[in-house]
């Protein structure tokens, strides 16, 4: 099934409609088109452990979300070689972004069983998985120290997962203006305007 997520992304999903349990790992290997999301959902199953391998030149990006509303609940990135071990709750899914030109080669491992929630996971207590959103038709400069400094383009959003007290600033004519401190008052899944973050940071200047 493919129909359209965003302006710039196509949603493709791939759909296991068939009870795994009494199978140690399913291995699966897929090739993400460009600038296509890729949706990986087991519900007949209970919580999994995925273990997912980038083949490619380009970094994969990850999104862990709730299956009722889609509100974002993690979100990371997996550099060309590497790999990370996930554990995927039975109301959530897992969903594989491709944001380059070209495509993206993906293999992942299921196991399931009771999988026991791991450290990573409780360890998102202290950090806010949301999405910074650009509804202008510019684009938007961002710094987040030791993290990344994204350009927002026009019209498009950016999950981040990121530490209470993370600051994220604007970059402006070779200067930095703090427009977000990161704290347990965003909700997980919250979609901010970063337009309406530099405007209040101006004015308060």
């Known amino acids: 099934m493919i129909k359209t997520l965003e302006k710039s992304f196509l949603l493709a ?31 007949l199953s209970k919580t999994f452990k995925a273990k997912i391998f980038n083949k490619s030149k380009f970094f994969l990006g990850i999104s862990l979300l709730n299956r009722e509303n889609d509100s974002l609940y993690k979100s990371l990135r997996i550099e060309k070689g590497g790999s990370r071990t996930l554990i995927v709750l039975n109301s959530q899914y897992l969903q594989f972004e491709n944001r380059y030109l070209g495509s993206l080669k993906v293999v992942y491992t299921i196991e399931n069983g009771n999988q026991k929630s791991n450290k ?12 910074l959103e650009n509804n202008t038709a510019q684009k938007i400069p961002l710094h987040i120290p030791g993290v990344m400094d994204p350009n927002l383009n026009p019209f498009s959003r950016s999950g981040v997962d990121l530490k209470n007290g993370q600051e994220i600033y604007l970059k402006i004519n070779n200067k930095k203006l703090l427009i977000l401190t990161v704290t347990d008052t965003i909700p997980h899944g919250a979609r901010i305007d970063v337009a309406s973050l530099v405007n209040n940071a101006l004015n308060k200047r």
């Open 13 to 43: 999903t791939v759909l296991n409609l068939f009870s795994v349990f009494g199978q140690t790992s399913n291995i699966s290997e897929i090739s993400i088109p460009p600038k296509q999301i890729v949706r990986i959902d087991y519900p």
């Open 120 to 131: 990573s996971v409780k360890n998102l207590t202290p950090q806010r998985a949301f999405y």
